[in-house]
């Protein structure tokens, strides 16, 4: 799987409530990382905890999580028509036989949190 071009670290402060919140999920012990997206043309980590998504295994994510959002919402777009026009995703989870991925889209922002079900 080769990384997707376009996908970048950047660097952004982040406010103190979130920082809370990120120290929480970071800090329970199924969770194995999080990652804050940026969303809109460069998909850009802006802030990950925990080894998986360090590096290039990182940016693979980044990229492998901006489309999978991307895809459901074509989709959803597709099915809904004209009749739930402006409907938006607010919440995936995807479970496979060792993890679990759960991302939080909103207008801006992505957060995707990988955690082991079995914890």
């Known amino acids: 799987m080769s990384v997707p071009t376009g996908v970048s670290n950047a660097s952004t402060t982040t406010p103190p409530e979130i920082e809370q919140t990120l120290a929480m999920l970071s800090g329970h012990r199924s969770v194995l990382g999080y990652m804050v997206l940026s969303r809109g043309g460069t998909v850009s980590i802006i802030k990950h905890s925990g080894v998986v998504f360090e590096g290039e295994q990182g940016r693979k994510y980044a990229g492998l999580i901006e489309r999978i959002v991307e895809s459901v919402q074509t989709g959803l777009e597709e099915i809904s028509g004209e009749q ?36």
Do not use: W
Not at 86 to 102: N, P, Q, S, V, Y
Not at 107 to 116: I, N, P, T
């Open 84 to 119: 739930n026009e402006g409907d938006e995703i607010r919440f995936l989870r995807i479970r496979t036989k060792r993890h679990e991925l759960m991302i939080s889209p909103a207008e801006r922002y992505l957060l995707a949190v990988l955690h082991d079900p079995s914890s």
